[in-house]
């Protein structure tokens, strides 16, 4: 069935009420890679419960609400989604533990075409649920490889952030562990497409990709690194957009371009000369 503009505007997508203990908190971190040094007490505080601390983009999968574009009336081909572009920012410390909600909502919906698929925005804001203060807002889109061609708008777009055609003033490079997908997908992604192999050849990849999130996210421990002194209380800010798979194993290299609190960044696989991360913007406090 395609897509039909009208009832994938207005789908509902069910408000998320999420438990939050902190072993969840330990296993994200450790998903994207920190603890690689285990007697790194910078990183340390991330994945051990003394003194424990939340990654900032552990806010990227704070009531999170799953495969919702899976549901028959969307018109969406779930074998051929992949993550578009992701953005959170933070108005208070992210919790280690205790109960969030997360209402996400569709912004837009994008026709980009019969052979160029179709682009999905939503916007969702995470609170706590005892306060009711909120905690983080996000934006994320998905990019609908199989499904463009059913007559919807094409725009408007937001502006991509660019990118200096100076050299980079710091770059960082971090490994992914060839099993990030398998352990990644434990924070709550279960998205097939980065754990069964026959799967993604179906979706038209080698091999299971890791995922844009956990992409996002080492992107992200390398700004907490390298520009944040280990400090996750500086990175207010992240957004960039996703422009090729990464491959569990792969070493991924981030570029930054430092202006003021202002933070341009981009990310690439060198071992195979290609950007999998781009236009990227971080705000530092």
Known sequence: M???????????IPEVEQDLNRRDTMLYALGVGLGADPTNEDQLKFVYEEKLVALPTMSIILGYPGPW???GETGITRSHVVHGEQSFTIQKPLPVEGTVVGL???????DKGKDKGALVMTRTTVR?????DIVCTLTSSTFCRADGGFGGPSG???PTHPVPERKPDLTCDLPTLPQAALIYRLSGDYNPLHADPAYAKKAGFKM????????????GHALLKTCCSYDPS??????????S???PGEVIRTEMWVEGNIVTFRSSVPDRNVTVLNNGRAEIG
């Open 2 to 12: 395609p897509i039909d503009y009208e009832t994938l505007i207005n789908f509902k």
């Open 69 to 71: 574009h899976a549901k």
């Open 104 to 110: 996400t909502e569709i912004d837009r919906v994008l």
């Open 128 to 132: 706590e649920k005892a306060s009711q």
């Open 156 to 158: 408007p777009v937001k």
């Open 208 to 219: 299971p990709i890791l995922h844009g999130r956990a992409t996002f996210s080492v992107a």
């Open 234 to 243: 500086k990175l207010k800010s992240m957004d960039g957009r996703f422009s």
């Open 245 to 247: 798979p990464v491959y």
